[in-house]
């Protein structure tokens, strides 16, 4: 996984290229209005139920545009909220309020949205070992928030790039020329580059479970839309050699019975990719 300070820069660089967009050359809607020493307060109001997420991001935005902005806060992350509930207060420059005022309401929409329905995922597997983890499948540009808004719903993050963890799916296993050569260059690879990354391996059917275990090494093994018996014989096979993960158009009604089949994670692309935005409202007090 990524350090600590690359995911902080990565929060930066979303921050920073977002203010970009959204104000330009100013936010002249309040330059027009709105005198330079005017002072504000605004509530973060919610109007709906889920997992709030995106505080600690909010007093990121607010610090970056104006470091004299004061937040107040009552609810953190990961906490449950409802209709009327009252986040936080911001007081300071009311230019300063209204320039974050999108930003922060857009990303903490997003990730409350990620953040419930990872706690929903989290939820239906509870009392067995298996974990819920996230994929790529995420927002060109803003994969750090929404990364962080699944590890806030109780989730876990899979690699979170294509730089710092080994992935062999089914397309590069067929143009490497198989599994085995597959397996067998990148420990090469590795080797060459002096490089410490974790492997895993795509299999589609038992014979190629048998195929990753032959060449060994793998960290883990990625069970990719296979059927509850199948997995249940391929969690067998494994036993510890390998930790095993499910994926494949696993939804909240099938995945309790493949996390009782015995895997160590399911990875879903829909805690990202298919999710509904909390409404939110930054209200001036």
Known sequence: MISEAQFQKELELIISNAIREDVG???????????????GKAKLLVKDEGIIA??????MIFNYVDKDMKVETFINDGERVKYGDIVFHV???SQSILKAERLVLNSMQRMSAIATKTKMFVDLLEGTQTKILDTRKTTPGIRAIEKWAVKIGGGENHRFALYDMIMLKDNHN?????????ITKTKQYLIDNNKDLKIIV?????????????????????????????????VAMIGNQSLTE????????TIRHYAECGVNYISSGALTHSVYNLDLSLKAI
């Not at 309040?30 to 020493?37: D, H, R």
């Not at 795509?202 to 509850?228: K, P």
């Not at 994926?247 to 009604?253: A, L, Q, T, Y």
Request: with cysteine; glycine share 10%; proline share 3%.
């Open 54 to 59: 995106g505080v600690e991001f909010a007093k």
């Open 174 to 182: 067929d143009f490497a020329g198989g599994i085995p050569q597959a």
């Open 25 to 39: 050359d100013g936010d002249h809607s309040s330059l027009a209005c709105i005198p330079a020493s005017a002072q």
């Open 246 to 253: 499910s994926s494949g158009n696993i939804n909240e009604k």
């Open 202 to 234: 795509e299999a589609r059917n038992l014979d190629e479970v048998q195929q990753i275990l032959d060449a060994g090494g793998v960290y883990r093994i990625l069970l990719d839309n296979f059927d509850y018996e199948t997995t249940k014989k391929a």
């Open 91 to 93: 007081s300071g420059s």
